[in-house]
């Protein structure tokens, strides 16, 4: 019996795993659309407290799609495009709508142009970082879209109650317009995604963490805040940080010059010419 008359068994094709790799970061942005028009219609119902979490949701999912199509090799042209049209309504039309609804319509118009203006600066922001050659992958330039729209969703998460006067309605206005004025700056905030997960992690950090779910099992909305106002701030408090390092840096020494033998110091020849 040849070598030509033994049976192969065919190999089966992997075509149908590898579209299904290429899909699976997609799924993750349909989802993070969804918890955008999620978002949307709970909070044209009134039910601010169960439309605010959609847009955490919505953050959640997209990095993971991001990181997903990173990790798996899948990233292309398509996906990034999908990925910015699923943020212009999570981190754009959601944040805009929730808020004019909750606290934006005692200001009449001004309340509608606001959130209009918000719109506008997240699609701006999404538009500016498709085109940028980023030169420090530490950095954002701009507040993120998901960071921005963080701060609305956790500010009505806390609160709940929707404003019925001008006066707190104001506030709401600040509220909104600060993240739009950062996204569209040149700040530089602080790149989650440099963050290495492979490293080991030491005692210390298990324990942070661990202290973190516990505030965040106990006080959710506690936690949120602080953490949408806190990276709000950062580069503030990153920059003051800096400034502070620099002026603590101890003075540069005085260089040494030597000197032949039988020749006195600069010094010691400036003051015999006095």
């Given at each position: 019996?040849?070598l030509?008359?033994?049976?192969t068994?065919?190999?089966?094709?992997?075509?149908?795993?590898?579209?299904?790799?290429?899909?699976?970061?997609?799924?993750?942005?349909?989802?993070?659309?969804?918890?955008?028009?999620?978002?949307?219609?709970?909070?044209?119902?009134?039910?601010?407290?169960?439309?605010?979490?959609?847009?955490?949701?919505?953050?959640?999912?997209?990095?993971?799609?991001?990181?997903?199509?990173?990790?798996?090799?899948?990233?292309?042209?398509?996906?990034?495009?999908?990925?910015?049209?699923?943020?212009?309504?999570?981190?754009?039309?959601?944040?805009?709508?929730?808020?004019?609804?909750?606290?934006?319509?005692?200001?009449?118009?001004?309340?509608w142009?606001?959130?209009?203006?918000?719109?506008?600066?997240?699609?701006?922001?999404?538009?500016?970082f498709?085109?940028?050659?980023?030169?420090?992958?530490?950095?954002?330039?701009?507040m993120p879209?998901?960071?921005?729209?963080?701060?609305?969703?956790?500010?009505i998460?806390?609160?709940?109650?929707?404003?019925?006067e001008?006066?707190?309605a104001?506030l709401?206005?600040?509220?909104?317009?600060?993240?739009?004025?950062?996204?569209?700056?040149?700040?530089?905030?602080?790149?989650?995604k440099?963050?290495?997960?492979?490293?080991?992690?030491?005692?210390?950090?298990?324990?942070?963490?661990?202290?973190?779910?516990?505030?965040?099992?106990?006080?959710?909305?506690?936690?949120?805040?602080?953490?949408?106002?806190?990276?709000?701030?950062?580069?503030?408090?990153?920059?003051?940080?800096?400034?502070?390092?620099?002026?603590?840096?101890?003075?540069?020494?005085?260089?040494?010059?030597?000197?032949?033998?039988?020749?006195?110091?600069?010094?010691?020849?400036?003051?015999?010419?006095?």
């Open positions: 019996m040849s030509h008359d033994v049976p068994t065919p190999v089966p094709e992997r075509r149908g795993l590898r579209r299904g790799v290429f899909l699976l970061p997609s799924l993750f942005t349909v989802a993070n659309l969804f918890c955008g028009w999620a978002c949307v219609v709970y909070a044209m119902r009134g039910e601010f407290h169960t439309a605010a979490p959609f847009i955490g949701f919505a953050v959640v999912l997209d990095m993971l799609d991001g990181r997903i199509a990173r990790m798996t090799g899948s990233s292309s042209a398509f996906g990034v495009e999908f990925d910015s049209m699923a943020d212009l309504i999570s981190f754009g039309m959601a944040p805009a709508a929730l808020t004019f609804q909750w606290g934006l319509q005692p200001l009449g118009r001004l309340g142009a606001v959130g209009f203006l918000y719109l506008a600066a997240a699609a701006v922001r999404l538009a500016r498709n085109i940028q050659h980023v030169t420090d992958k530490r950095y954002f330039v701009g879209s998901p960071s921005a729209a963080g701060v609305p969703a956790a500010t998460f806390f609160v709940g109650d929707g404003l019925t001008r006066g707190p104001l709401a206005l600040v509220m909104l317009v600060v993240p739009a004025l950062l996204m569209v700056s040149t700040f530089r905030f602080r790149s989650l440099t963050m290495n997960l492979s490293s080991p992690v030491n005692s210390k950090v298990l324990i942070v963490v661990a202290a973190a779910i516990a505030l965040f099992t106990t006080s959710p909305d506690v936690v949120l805040l602080v953490l949408a106002y806190g990276y709000l701030v950062s580069p503030i408090i990153e920059w003051a940080a800096t400034r502070g390092s620099r002026k603590a840096a101890p003075a540069a020494a005085p260089a040494l010059v030597d000197v032949p033998p039988g020749e006195a110091p600069p010094e010691a020849a400036s003051h015999r010419e006095l």
